[in-house]
């Protein structure tokens, strides 16, 4: 339990700090809050292979991985080329962003930052202390009950951002209230398909190259479509 706690805990002081600090510290202080989580369950005798992160799964991890990164393209691409879920994509965060921002934002903030942090701590440390003490069903509702709540304060901008979002649900606080829901929901059951791929193969990989697939691609999208309005 001291150990969960001490996760917790340090993912709660990451989570102020990069909602705070400038963009230029956003990667480093994932890498080292990610870092201090790995240091934390390894010295409270976590496994590589329970963290999802043994060698013995790399060949499979990587296989998944391949086949989810190219459903999401495939999937992204059907979607920005029909008319009628195209506005889905338009992003204001992300039409202002120049040539060198966007490939900042898919190449090293993503990856680097938002994508390994959240994998390793939801779907590595977090997930495999909860399934040490409670099992798997009780590690992945967890650690997606809490992925889902991570995401609030990000979403709280959502309506003014996002076009499609703004027109279905207003901009005034009711809209707000249901942006921010639906963010938490979403993001809770997009952490339920992560935590299952890591239980089927054993590996991070899978989980991690489906959520950078997902958020580099949509950034790449969202400029793209930006672009093309």
Do not use: K, Q
Not at 116 to 133: N, Q, S, Y
Not at 137 to 157: D, K
Request: hydrophobic share 55%; net charge positive; charged share 15%.
């Amino acid at each position: 339990m001291g150990m969960l706690l001490s996760a917790v805990a340090v993912l709660v002081v990451t989570h102020v700090l990069i909602n705070r600090v400038g963009a230029e510290l956003y990667v480093p202080v994932c890498v080292v809050a990610t870092a201090a989580l790995v240091l934390l369950a390894r010295l409270g005798g976590v496994t590589w292979d329970e963290l999802g992160m043994g060698r013995s799964s790399v060949r499979r991890g990587l296989r998944w991985g391949l086949v989810l990164v190219g459903v999401v393209i495939v999937v992204y691409g059907v979607a920005l080329a029909a008319p009628f879920t195209r506005e889905a994509f338009v992003d204001r965060r992300v039409a202002g962003l120049s040539a060198g921002e966007l490939l900042y934002r898919v190449f090293v903030r993503v990856p680097f930052g938002t994508v390994l942090l959240e994998e390793v701590a939801f779907r590595g440390v977090l997930w495999a202390v909860i399934r040490r003490r409670w099992g798997t069903g009780w590690a992945t509702a967890g650690t997606s009950v809490l992925f889902g709540l991570w995401h609030i304060v990000p979403s709280r901008g959502l309506t003014r951002s996002n076009a499609a979002v703004g027109a279905v649900l207003g901009t005034g606080g009711t809209g707000v209230a249901l942006s921010v829901g639906a963010a938490v929901v979403g993001t809770a059951l997009a952490g339920v398909l992560f935590c299952e791929l890591r239980r089927r193969s054993g590996s991070l990989i899978p989980s991690v190259a489906l959520h950078c697939a997902l958020n580099s691609a949509g950034y790449a999208l969202a400029w793209t479509a930006a672009r093309a309005g």
